[in-house]
């Protein structure tokens, strides 16, 4: 065999492996077929779960249970009104039997005189306490007196009015906080005062002269109202007790009471100041706060008359117009 065959058998030889080496790297690179997909409809669908149940531990104490209302009704805070006391120094009936002295008329006509001197005097001899109230309300129902006469009497009656003497007992009490026993419970009884003598500590007050109470300021305001001298009519309600002093017990579980009535006659509220620490004196304000509301009452029965004066309307200004171009100029003033 001569050396070209030689040569060319080696050429197809080497033609046919490299056509086998390309054959088995095509089937090796060759992408595998992947498992077709699920629908889209499939692959969104959630998945069930199953549920959970939790068990929660209720503690009774954090249930907030609804108020209990005690009572059915409307609870309303009763208006505050003049005060009786102040209002009867100007009715008909106490006009009637004042009498005005010659003094009295005298000052007053002083309260109009043209020197302020005796201005200030003649207010003086008014403001005396010879002088009460109910003649200055009645020198004001008079008429007849000038603005300067009235401001001034309306002045010396508001005084007077504010230092009337006040009424007292002398105790010192508590709501007794029972809708089915209502009335003040008596917690401290004054030395030497008018509840001393016919009261013990522990009573309860269910009325002053027919009028039920409900409160402290119910009581403050009933004796303070009236005047030092007067009488009250107290109806209590007294816990019985044994032979201990323990209060005795019916069987329905409450205690076993005595009603009882006394006629007390008060004394000043002045007296109260001696015991200012042992008294609670907010409540006592109720008393002035009437008295003044009452008189404003009296201001707007006494008081002069206000006049309106309207004010004249400003007049138009007037404007000058510009002298027109054919209008004759006048020559300027010169003095001769």
Sequence with gaps: M????????????????????VAALAQDVKPKQSKPLPPVANRLSPVAIPPVVVKVKVDPLAIQQPPVQLWGGNLRQAPITPAPEVVRLWEAQTLASVRISAQDLSAVAELD???????????????APGVTAEV?????????????????????AQEKVLALPRGALGLRMQPSGDMRNPGVEVLLLLPGMPAERVLKIGDRIERIDGQPLATSSDLVEII?????????????ARQQRDDRG?????????FVEDRMEFEVALTTAVDLDKFEDLLASPIRSIVLE??????????ARFAPETLKVSAPLPAPDRVKKPASRDAPIEPPLTDD
Aim: proline share 3%; aromatic share 2%; with cysteine.
């Design 2 to 21: 001569n050396s070209s065959r030689i040569n060319t058998l080696r050429c197809i030889a080497s033609a046919l492996a490299v056509a086998m080496t």
């Design 113 to 127: 005189s043209r020197e302020f001197v005796r201005r200030e005097a003649a207010g003086a001899r008014l403001r």
């Design 136 to 156: 200055i309300f009645a020198i004001l129902s008079q008429g007849d007196l000038s603005v300067e006469q009235r401001e001034r009497l309306l002045t010396i």
């Design 224 to 236: 303070q109202s009236k005047m030092p001298g007067e009488s009250v009519r107290l109806s209590i």
């Design 246 to 254: 323990k209060p005795k017990i019916d069987p329905a579980g409450g």
């Design 290 to 299: 009437r008295r003044l509301l009452a008189l404003r009452e009296a201001e």
